[in-house]
Structure formats: C-alpha cells, structure tokens
Nanobody, 124 residues
Framework: QVQLVESGGGSVQAGGSLRLTCTAS???????MGWFRQAPGKEREGVAF???????RYTDSVKGRFTISQDNTQNTLYLQMDSLKPEDTAMYYC???????????????????WGQGTQVTVSS
C-alpha cells in the first residue's frame, strides 16, 4: 500500500524558513512528485513539482523563495521554504503521480497519491 507522509511543518515568523519532508512507502514508480497547499476557505493549489529526471516548476508566488528537491533512492521529497510570508500559511500536501504523461503540471489531476498534510503557519 502506497503511503505519503509529510513532516516539518510548524509556526514561524515572517521572513523565517521551514523545510518540509515527504517520505513515500510502499513500492511504486513515481514520474512526478509535488507539493500543494490549501488555506482555509480556498482551493488547493499547486506549489511546485519535480519530475524524476529533475525538471522543476513553481507557482509564481513562491519562485525565488521555495526550492523543491528529491532523493529518488529513498523516495523522499523536500520543500525548502525561505523568506516565508503570512500568505504562505496553509496545510501543505505531498503528492505523487505514477501515471506516465508527456506533460505534467501543477493541476491536481496529474497526481494520484496524496499525503495527509502538514500545517505551516507564518505570523507577521
């Protein structure tokens, strides 16, 4: 059974940093892994993804502040978040896509496995 478990969330002041980790268990081959977030009253949005070959993409609001990376040997995904802002406050979810596509995006439909989320709170 495939399971994604996030860790590393917490509370931080604006300008601070956090590093999220997602550990995948249960063997399957992922073509893409990503981070999504959902703030209260808002829809879940894609933050960043990384393809197995290393190609990355970020949503505009986090470019230059967040860095996504992975360790393919251990099926582990990371999100380094620097210069955090109050608007980054949300539940952050790890996601993985095991279906081959010629094109991946930050749309939820590209991902078929999801973690339970870890809360990130940024105070001003």
């Amino acid at each position: 059974q495939v399971q994604l478990v996030e860790s590393g969330g917490g509370s931080v002041q604006a300008g601070g940093s956090l590093r999220l980790t997602c550990t995948a268990s249960g063997y399957t081959y992922y073509y893409v892994m990503g981070w999504f977030r959902q703030a209260p009253g808002k829809e879940r949005e894609g933050v960043a993804f990384i393809k197995r070959g290393g190609e990355t993409r970020y949503t505009d609001s986090v470019k230059g502040r967040f860095t996504i990376s992975q360790d393919n040997t251990q099926n582990t995904l990371y999100l380094q978040m620097d210069s955090l802002k109050p608007e980054d406050t949300a539940m952050y979810y790890c996601a993985a896509g095991s279906t081959y596509r010629w094109y991946y995006s930050l749309d939820r439909s590209d991902y078929n496995y999801w973690g339970q989320g870890t809360q990130v709170t940024v105070s001003s």
